[in-house]
């Protein structure tokens, strides 16, 4: 069993990040204003004492000199600046806010859940100290961020041993890059921040949530473009469509004043008669493609003798 010595040594790391916590806490400790990585470890709506409704934030110093320590501040709600400041703080960490001021509470569970992790900018003001985020670093538990960090790093060798000096290999000639590949991404291979970045560069109608996993954001994105590319398509074919009809009208010497429109063509050609052995097989498909199969006026069928 193990004795009280080795248990409390275990603790020592979280003895001291309590000790930093409790003296920022108090007051008895300050931070120089400046840079610093964080994690947001709470976030909660209330009313202060004088009736303000506001948000109560704890950061927690996550690197450097002042590891573990606490900075506290208020998010006020009561005027359109401290909205405005309240949007930032979400640009801040790339997530779209509720649409209503009133499902905050629940907005901001979803956001502590991920325990969002930032750089922050401090500055003092009296006996406070204000913490503006600048940006998302990551997302979850720094410490578990740095075990894996570790497993990833390959072991060192004991000796390092002098290489052959080879002479350098003549470079090959870049290939020719194929269109297809070039527009193709890869999702999958995107970090969060890639995929918001690409979210806000192609300006993709999606509102990205704290409770928005890196696989629904890529869902999301993929439905999008390929809606686009759909949409994409339908416009190819209908130019298309288009310039094969004022082709035909202006072969038939139809005068059309609004060419940019399919149907308006269509229309104006629909007052026209065309004899069916004068049309080519090409525009005999193109107007009963374009349902203008009644302009073409076909032979009448031969009558069938009569048996005596």
Known sequence: MADFKSLMRSSREAYVNAERANASRSGAEKIPDGEYIAELTKSAC?????????????????????????????????????????????????????????????????????????????????????VYPIELVSEGNPAEEEEEEEEKKPAQKASVKKSKVV??????EPEEEDESEVDEVDFDDMTRAELKAYVKDNELDIKITPKMDDDALRDAIRALVDEEEESSDAEEETDDELSGLLTFADAHEIEIEDRSDVQTVKDEISGWEFQEEELTEEEIELLERNELSECIARPAPKAKKGKK
């Open 46 to 130: 209330g009313v202060s004492k004088k009736g303000r409704p506001q948000i109560a934030r704890e950061h927690i110093v996550r690197e450097g000199e002042f590891k573990g320590f606490v900075l506290s501040d208020y998010v006020g709600l009561d005027t359109e600046r401290s909205f405005e400041f309240l949007h930032k703080w979400f640009t801040a960490l790339g997530v779209d806010g509720p649409e209503n001021p009133e499902d905050l509470p629940e907005f901001l569970d979803e956001l502590l859940a991920v325990r969002p992790i930032c750089r922050i900018q401090t500055k003092q003001s009296g006996d406070f100290t204000n």
């Open 167 to 172: 002479e350098p290999e003549p470079e090959p």
